[in-house]
């Protein structure tokens, strides 16, 4: 009895195991068949199709409620009606395959659409036309058996990537992100060219995007997406836009968290959002907008990265495929469908003009009146109708058939009239037309094609224009955008430095993010990450925030060797290092001891006083060492010697100047950054107290300082360079009020730094064409089209005289739309006077 229990029980364990097996993997496929995933035919997951199918049946133009919707849906999707109507107010938002009517919620806000008794939809023309045919498409049978539903729809489009799709099923995800609509249609013209094609995403919420990883939305791609900050002023920014897939209220809250933890200092936050997103920052006073904005995207939302993994179904398997690939397929599969649409509409053709014929002899040869003659029997009738059309079987494309004479003798017989021969004569000759307009289209599948995508273009493509503006990103380090949040203290002499030794000495103020380097009595120097208390080594010397790079700070040491007694200078630069790891920068022995040291941020080199110990053997006690005499080398260098004798004490005598070069300057005119790594224009070899000066095509001009944080509009911007107060910049500018150009030359009268100065006539529209600050300019001016082209070039500074800022200038030229203008900076030695033409 009991080994009966046993084999029993190992009998049921085996079955249980076995159908846990069964059942998750059945579970698995249908989640990934039947829910998260969509298919590569048209593009759409199973809800959508069921929606889209139960809206076309109940299509008569008008709009239905979104409850009766879901109610017909359910007929075919056998879910609740939470499911369907998610995805069926997902479907409106996208704004492609269903018109909306009353409060369908708002993907930039997250506000959720109205209840479904409330809101109303109808399938849109577009979704009308290409994506329904019921000749073409495959049905089955629904989930009970009662009625008919598409396997998949007849899309003539490529719908999954105008949508995209996010999905998770058992062990896969899908994201493919959505792209713009005509390019996607220019995309499928290009490839049905022959021609090559790259299709980029773009959102409804529009932003900006760097899609520089995005390696055609295959897995392992990655995006950035960011909301467009602008500068209103130097205390508010606002925000007109959220990333694809964030909302207001996410990112407002992704601000405030930011703020809590001290990486951006704000005042408030407010969001104004109506028709357009307009989120407004108060800025905390003396707090950097440019610095701001990098660290708005650098800790909120404001910037976010996606990660594309385009997963569809073909052939009931998931394949990863690229967004290339995709629209390959979907345009081959869009060919495909008008082939068959053709083919049926040739078959259907071919029908009529056979019957149209068939009607024609029926009556022109009188055919019909075998139907007034006495036959035997119905049959013997219809034998001889068609016997009666033997003679004319060559005028026929095919055979005559039962049905063909039957479908003639239901026909009613009336009086027949040459009319309407001649009218069936005329309908034979549009159907010969018809047809051989069908069968030129087959034999030029290619450009069928092509000229159908050009009419989805012309027709839907108004309004449809890219929203998301494509740029590169400038890389923002955290440390260097991250506003100083924390307190840094020291003991110096136990050794320790943090955040929480408040009862010590006050160091500076930084962030959580910064590195702090110091340096010991003994020599040694370390790196550290900032921290609530960490132990350096007894005897601090310095203590300060880490600028890794940094290739201007330059550390003045005199040190003696512990082992020798021998001092050495040494001038060095701490560029890159290991976190956390001891450099000695002494000989290494023990009982090295460093007696001055000194941090210079441009290299400056002092004078400083050496005093030997009174009792050593050295003549003079006391001598003057310059540091300027010193080449700045490595920090595990040595260094010069300067005395065998002990020191007693090392006094700062003099300052001295810097013994860099002045530090070289570009402009990169894709991020608008100032950069010392070479990247654009080059601005110049720059003195710590140059300024720069950028002119804006709107009229403005700003003086800045050399921060490499900040940011200029590289899309307005005109002319940056080093600031010279002496230079006269020579401007011309369009005045839309009298239609005229003005030129004008004067020399900057202001100081105040970072505060743009509007320098050309306010008013609507009106613009900076051309500026410049050699100190004799010539500009040539062009205009005409063809045969009339103009031209004329001004020496502007035989022109013009110096006037003020503010002044309107002179009139230069009337305002035309084929007006050119460019410098001519070295002015030719035959120009004679202010102005010659050529």
Known sequence: MAKKTKETYTHSNSG?????????????????????????????KPVQRRILHAMKEMDDGRF??????????????????????????????????????????????????????????????????????????????????????????????????????DGIAVGLATKILPHNFC????????????????ILPDFQTGGTMDASGYQDGKRGGKIRVRAIIEEQDKKTLIIRSVPYGVTTTQLMESIVKANDQGKIKIKKVTDHT???????????????????IDALYAFTDCEISISPNACVIVE?????????????????????????????????????????????????????????????????????????????????????????????????????????IDELINQIKALEKEIKDVKHHLNNLVEYAIAYYEHLLKKYGAGRERKTEIKQ???????????????????????????????????????DLDDIICFTRSGLMKVVKVADKVFIGKDLLHVAVFRKNDDRTTYNMIYSDGKTGVSYAKRFNVTGITRDKDYDLSKGSDKSKVHYLSVNPNGEAEVVRIVLSPNCSARNKELEYYFEELE?????????????????????????????????????????????????????????????IAIYSDGTYEITGQEMTQRFDAEKILLIERYNPDAVISAVYLDMEKLQYNIKRFRIETSTLNTPFLFIKEGKDNRLEAVSTDPAPVLKVTSGRGQQIRSAKFKVDKLVEVMGWKAVGSKLTDYAKSVEMEWEIKTPPDVQGALFND
Request: some cysteine; hydrophobic content about 40%; glycine content about 6%.
């Open 16 to 44: 249980v195991s076995g159908q846990y097996k069964s059942w998750f993997l059945d579970y698995a496929s249908y989640v990934i068949l039947e829910r998260a995933v969509p298919a590569l035919e048209d593009g759409l």
């Open 64 to 165: 239905n409620k979104v409850a009766n919707i879901i109610g017909q849906s359910m007929q075919y999707h056998p879910h609740g009606d939470a499911s369907i109507g998610d995805a069926l107010v997902n479907l409106g938002q996208k704004d492609l395959l269903i018109e909306t009517q009353g409060n369908w919620g708002d993907v930039r806000t997250g506000d959720d659409a109205a209840a479904p008794r409330y809101i109303e939809a109808r399938l849109s023309k577009f979704a009308l036309e290409v994506a329904f045919n019921p000749k073409t498409t495959e049905w089955q049978l629904s989930y009970d058996g009662r009625k008919n539903e598409p396997v998949t729809l007849p899309v003539k489009f490529p719908l999954l990537l105008a949508q995209g799709a």
């Open 183 to 198: 390019e996607l249609i220019d995309a499928s013209i290009k490839y049905l060219k022959g021609k090559k094609f790259e």
């Open 274 to 292: 109506a028709a357009d997103v307009e989120i407004i920052i108060d800025l905390a006073p003396g707090i950097s907008p440019d610095i701001t």
């Open 316 to 420: 009931n398997k998931p394949q990863f495929l690229g967004v290339s690939e995709l629209l390959r397929i979907a345009t081959d599969n869009s060919k495909e469908l008008l082939r068959r649409e053709l083919e049926i509409n040739l078959a259907e053709l071919l029908d009529k003009w056979h019957y149209t014929s068939l009607e024609k002899i029926f009556f022109e040869e009188k055919i019909y009146k075998e139907l007034e003659k006495k036959h035997e029997t119905w049959e013997k009738v219809l034998q001889a109708i068609e016997k009666a059309f033997v003679p004319f079987v060559k005028q026929l494309k095919r055979d005559v058939t039962r049905e063909d004479v039957l479908k003639l003798t239901e026909k009613p017989v009336r009086r027949i009239y040459k009319l309407d």
């Open 473 to 511: 990103f400038d890389v923002i380090q955290a440390k260097d955008v991250a506003i100083a949040n924390t307190r840094l203290y020291a003991n110096y002499a136990d050794g320790f430095i943090g955040t929480s030794l408040k009862k010590d000495e006050f160091v500076t103020e930084c962030s």
């Open 632 to 692: 700045i080398k490595g920090r595990n260098s040595i260094g010069n010697q300067v005395t065998k004798y002990p020191i007693r004490q090392i006094k700062f005598k003099e300052a001295g100047r810097s013994t860099l070069a002045g530090k070289k300057m570009w402009f990169d005119d894709v991020y608008g950054r100032l950069n010392t790594e070479e990247k654009g224009t080059y601005l110049g070899m720059f003195e710590p107290e140059d300024k720069i």
